[in-house]
């Protein structure tokens, strides 16, 4: 089992090769990092359960951790075609990070 405190700690504090230290503050550079920042609710890689929105050119992607994939550090990434259209696309996000979905 991860556990996401110890993860934190061994990136923040030993080493972790995405972290950018500047005048400004501290900064992340791993790409399915949501804000940026180098922050434990924001580190993809300190969360058991983590997702976030991905554009490639101009298509959307939803990118969802999937645990039970982390033996495989390949495919720990499930990635899921948003539409185009908004509201559709809301849907399908609630649809994978809904309430069900949080406990699962």
């Excluded at 061994?10 to 900064?27: L, P, Q, V, W």
Aim: aromatic share 10%; with cysteine; charged share 25%.
């Amino acid at each position: 089992m991860q556990n996401d405190e110890a993860i934190w700690h061994d990136i923040r504090y030993i080493h972790c090769c995405y972290m950018a230290k500047i005048e400004t503050g501290i900064f992340c550079r791993n790409p399915y990092n949501v804000t940026g920042i180098c922050s434990r609710s924001s580190c993809p890689l300190a969360n058991i359960r983590y997702a976030t929105i991905r554009d490639h050119d101009g298509v959307f992607y939803l990118y969802m951790k999937t645990i039970e994939r982390a033996h495989t550090p390949k495919h720990l990434w499930e990635r899921i075609k948003l539409p185009r259209n908004y509201e559709k696309a809301l849907e399908l996000i609630d649809k994978h990070l809904g309430e069900d979905n949080v406990n699962a």
